[in-house]
């Protein structure tokens, strides 16, 4: 359940109560996309990296090791050794995303593994049945990703679709959760709202989905390569749309700078996979911009990371020794970039949320926005 604990213009902060646990909002969650972080960080780490929230995918697990798999060994929660808030996106983005091959029906999706070429059948029941076996606090409906740009007439039969499988959706999650031997009788649903960059689809789609009184809401289908400007005018027209007494999810977003700008625009809930993608190829986040630590000037450089930092990395290792790991190609460099980097963004939305709490919010975005994505 969301609760809005406080208001600066359209920025919220807020609080979402789940079976595994209460987090507060706005919040980041780290992405371990088929259970595990990339980068060697671990359950454990997690935990002093700050993470409230993990997300892990669907499609990914469904693959492999199979989400029977998953339910044998009792459920995502046991099987990583994680006990707090887990999300499992529905599988939809990979299937349009990874599968070369794929043909759309109104019962679903047939398309093949991307791993091994097997045929695979999707839809919103079997996207629900998989995460129920999954047994993650949060399932995401199944939904079509259209690619950007595409036709509006394409987009909107898209859209409609979609809320005709959000209806299914919520009545096989309705009807797993009944079952005697579910591992999570209380799994949360959330929809999401398509409509690529048209305004029009973006605001009908989610008055239509937000008729089914979901436990959140969604935005997807952006950050897909679109100008930044177009998905900050989407937001624009979305946000005041969105049901004010449900948590708002902007999914894949983002760059530091995006975070802060879709939370001015009223949203809570975000996931990337930028800080670990990007540290494991030594591009770094700090308080002062975007790092390149295999730069010829951290040779010798004896400082941590970020001097205003002090996540594990920065209080034990310097740029020289971080930069020396990376050209040596060890392992240990990215773990300790991808450690920093979480780290950052989960300390990102600390200060975020405090600033809220101040009533601060306007200051520090005049102060970050711009400054967190210049490089030095």
Known sequence: MYTLL????????????TVHGTFQTPCFMNVGTAAAIKGGVSSMDLRELKCQVELCNTYHLHVRPSDRVVREMGGLHKFMNWDKPILTDSGGFQVFSLAKLRRI????????????????????EESMQIQSNLGSTIAMAFDECVENPAEHEYSKRSCERTVRWLYRCKDEIARLNALHDTINKNQLLFGINQGCTYEDLRV??????????????????????????????????????????????????GTPS???????????????????????????????????ITNQRYETDPLPIDTECDCPTCRNFSRAYIRHLFK?????????????????????????RAALDEGKFAEFRSKYSVLLEQHI
């Open 204 to 253: 009908w789609h989610m008055e239509e989905i937000a008729k089914l009184d979901l436990d959140g809401y969604a935005v997807g289908g952006l950050a897909v390569g679109e100008p930044t400007e177009d998905m900050y005018r989407i937001l624009d027209v979305v946000a005041p749309v969105m049901p004010q007494n449900k948590i708002r999810y902007l999914m894949g977003v």
């Open 6 to 17: 406080k208001q600066e213009g359209s920025a919220r902060r807020g609080k979402f109560e």
């Open 105 to 124: 029906k109104e019962e679903g999706v047939y398309f093949n593994s991307h791993v091994d070429g097997r045929k695979i059948f999707m839809g919103p």
């Open 328 to 352: 040596a190609r060890e392992q240990l460099a990215g773990r300790l970039a991808v450690m920093h980097n979480l780290y950052f963004y989960n300390t990102l939305m600390e200060k975020i």
């Open 258 to 292: 995006n975070i802060i700008e879709a939370v001015v625009r009223g949203i809570d809930l975000f996931d990337c996979v930028m800080p670990s993608r990007n540290a494991r190829h030594g591009t770094i986040f700090t308080w002062s911009g975007i790092m390149h």
